[in-house]
């Protein structure tokens, strides 16, 4: 039964079904892990299918639904109504609040991705509970100028620009200098935000959990800056080199500290087990890294960023694109199933491993048709189902 905790909430389920549901229920649940041994769909959107397939289950009344059937829609939704009103208006197509308070996309070129909605929606994926509300709005600020800041170092500066945003981002300080206006507005709101995190926690003694957080920016964006250099000199390193630091800009490190941030419970050995790079981790890493490298391979070729994964495999093996391919999606396959052995492995509390978990589960639905960042209509039905289609009971 342990196991199966820890793979899902079936035994959460069979809890709170009553005798006469568990023979229709059973063999639903048991076929779907049989099917995907790593449980790889977001739990969110697990929970919606359930509903939707359940045709006699949709006919209960709301109270006889099993809690983990309702997460999805009446914890996120119903419980935490105030957490949407505090980054948006819904009924307003999810106009976040906080974002158009910020007011960037009037201080920055409108090239840049603002994926404000998505980093929400990815954010609930992490965890739903009506108790991290705080902790979804920290990682959804966090996620949205990540994601502004990854197109900055990927297509939207100059090397040299670059290297100053990196400095200056290291100093930490806001009077930033040799960057264009834009760019030190970018920085100046990455340090308010980080001071704005530090309030929601002070009260609790954890400053300590933002201060992990900016350091793993500080390796991320040293890791960006790298891949940088290479794709505007044309220098294409051997697949290994280039894996070293690919994995961090992947970006679960960073994206898992900043979901620790807002979760009380997440002490400083929290941050400690993702600081020493645990195999778990390191190998969601991996899958990510090689997720991203498929998806988004041609775009980044279409813009002149030859030192990609694909290429860089190509390069150090001597086999064609498509062998390349080939070899990348057998990876993914054969790290999904190493993801879920470093999973039973790990001795730190399950509620948190459990977030480092999902964290991977969101990319890989991300990039499994694609980039779902770039092109948002991947994940479009998912957040419209999630958001806007209510249950009708």
Request: proline fraction near 4%.
């Amino acid at each position: 039964m342990e196991a199966i905790t820890k793979n899902g909430s079936l035994s959460q389920t069979l809890v709170h079904c009553g005798p006469k549901s568990l023979s229709s229920f059973i063999p639903v649940r048991c076929l779907r892990f049989s099917k995907n041994p790593f449980p790889k769909k977001l739990v969110v959107t697990r929970a919606r299918t359930s509903i939707n397939s359940d045709h006699e289950a949709a006919n209960r009344p709301l109270f006889q639904f099993p809690p983990s059937l309702l997460d999805d829609r009446f914890l996120s939704i119903s419980a935490n109504q105030s957490e949407i009103d505090s980054l948006g208006e819904i009924s307003r197509h999810l106009r976040l609040k906080w974002w158009k308070e910020l007011d960037l996309e009037s201080k920055i070129p409108n090239y840049y991705r603002v994926r404000a909605v998505e980093c929400l929606y990815w954010a609930m994926a992490v965890y739903m509970e009506p108790q991290y509300s705080v902790a979804r709005i920290i990682l959804s600020k966090s996620l949205v100028l990540w994601t502004i800041i990854d197109d900055l170092y990927d297509a939207y500066c100059t090397l040299p620009e670059a290297i100053a945003f990196t400095e200056n981002m290291e100093r930490w300080e806001t009077d930033a200098i040799d960057m264009p206006d834009h760019m030190k507005v970018l920085l100046r709101s990455l340090i308010d935000l980080m001071e704005d995190f530090k309030g929601e926690v002070r009260s609790e003694g954890r400053l300590y959990s933002v201060e992990y957080g900016i350091d793993e920016w500080k390796r991320l964006f040293r890791a960006d800056l790298t891949i940088s250099k290479w794709a505007r000199t044309g220098y294409i390193p051997n697949y290994d080199e280039y894996m070293e630091v690919g994995i961090v800009t992947g970006g679960v490190d960073v994206t898992v500290a900043f979901a620790f941030i807002g979760m009380g419970e997440a002490g400083k050995e929290a941050f400690d087990w993702i600081r020493s790079r645990p195999k778990f981790i390191q190998t969601i890493d991996l899958k990510s890294r090689l997720r991203d490298d498929v998806a988004t391979y041609k775009d980044e070729m279409a813009r002149g960023e030859i030192p990609t994964g694909i290429n860089c495999y190509m390069k150090q093996y001597k086999v064609t694109e498509e062998e390349a391919f080939l070899e990348f999606h057998r990876r993914i396959k054969h790290t999904s199933k190493l993801v879920n052995e470093e999973y039973f492995k790990t001795t730190v509390p399950l509620k948190l491993v459990r977030i480092a978990f999902n964290v991977g589960r969101v990319i890989d639905t991300n990039y499994k048709h694609g980039d779902g960042l770039t092109y948002t209509g991947i994940v479009g039905g998912q957040i419209t189902s999630l958001f806007l289609d209510l249950i009708t009971i």
